[in-house]
């Protein structure tokens, strides 16, 4: 299959590239830098722009005649408290998690319409289903790009293309070195310095990327999808079902040990 990943130069996406070109694949990186990789090809992109997504994709298909599979990895965390939030960090955000996914989808539509077939994953987090303390705003752009996966699903299904969202735990790669991290104010400085290590304490001891690309694999042998698929430790996704059955009150104070707010 022609598979084209974001988010390529570094943690998943890497992994998964390489991953998927081992198996044969034809797999291209996009990434705001260049890769160096003897299994996939790296086109260096700004999803961001949208002229440089168009110039990826073309380049892409002078040597292919289709997309079969598109997998929307690249994205970003931020940590912080909402009060402490600025406009430019969460358009920052937002652009990337949401509109780079969304122009990367745009620009593959009209390729895999025409052969009345495609695949696309959109790389979430379990913690887009619930707002986690001081990265509310994460959880929202990832909450966000899960809906528009929802509304695609019906829009793209009569060209028999399939679309859905995989929530991930917390895996072993170097986000904390490339979250966007607010100034954080005084009255939250203790509680978030607490929750903060916390937060990296549990990315060090994620799974690790080689297991999500096996598991990505897995899924891209799958006919028909569900719009939601979670990966990761099961105290991480067994927060989603309690979520949707609990109290919000009984919900909250488990949140809060869990986070070590209590």
Same mark, same amino acid.
């Given at each position: 299959m022609t598979i084209i990943i974001t988010g390529t130069s570094s943690g998943i996406g890497f992994v998964l590239a390489e991953y998927l070109g081992k198996k044969g694949h034809h797999v291209y990186g996009l990434s705001r830098k260049h890769t160096e990789s003897q299994y996939f090809k790296s086109i260096p992109t700004d999803i961001t722009d949208n002229t440089a997504v168009g110039n990826a994709i073309t380049e892409i298909l002078k040597t292919e005649t289709r997309i079969d599979v598109l997998i929307n990895n690249a994205g970003m965390g931020m940590v912080g408290a909402v009060e402490d939030?600025?406009?430019?960090?969460?358009?920052?955000?937002f652009n990337?998690?949401? #509109?780079?996914? #969304?122009?990367?989808?745009?620009? #593959?539509?009209?390729?895999?319409?025409?052969?009345?077939?495609?695949?696309?994953?959109?790389? %979430?987090?379990?913690?887009? &289903?619930?707002?986690?303390?001081?990265?509310?705003?994460?959880?929202?752009?990832? %909450?966000?790009?899960?809906?528009?996966? &929802?509304?695609?699903?019906?829009?793209?299904?009569?060209?028999?293309?399939?679309?859905?969202?995989?929530?991930?735990g917390d895996i072993k790669t170097n986000i904390a070195e490339n979250r966007v991290r607010t100034k954080v104010s005084e009255p939250y400085k203790s509680v978030f310095d607490k929750v903060y290590a916390l937060m990296n304490s549990h990315v060090g001891d994620g799974t690790e990327p080689s297991e999500v690309a096996e598991y990505i694999e897995n899924l891209l042998t799958k006919n028909k999808w569900k719009a939601h698929y979670y990966f990761g430790k099961f105290g991480q996704k067994i927060g989603v079902p309690l979520k949707w059955i609990l109290p919000q009150g009984t919900y909250e104070n488990l949140m809060k040990k869990y986070n070590k707010l209590d």
């Open positions: 939030s600025s406009k430019e960090d969460i358009l920052k955000l990337l998690n949401l #509109v780079g996914s #969304v122009q990367m989808m745009s620009a #593959v539509m009209p390729v895999m319409r025409k052969h009345k077939f495609g695949k696309i994953i959109n790389i %979430s987090s379990i913690g887009s &289903e619930m707002g986690l303390p001081f990265r509310g705003f994460y959880s929202a752009s990832k %909450s966000a790009l899960d809906k528009v996966t &929802e509304a695609m699903r019906y829009e793209v299904y009569p060209w028999n293309i399939d679309v859905c969202s995989l929530h991930l």
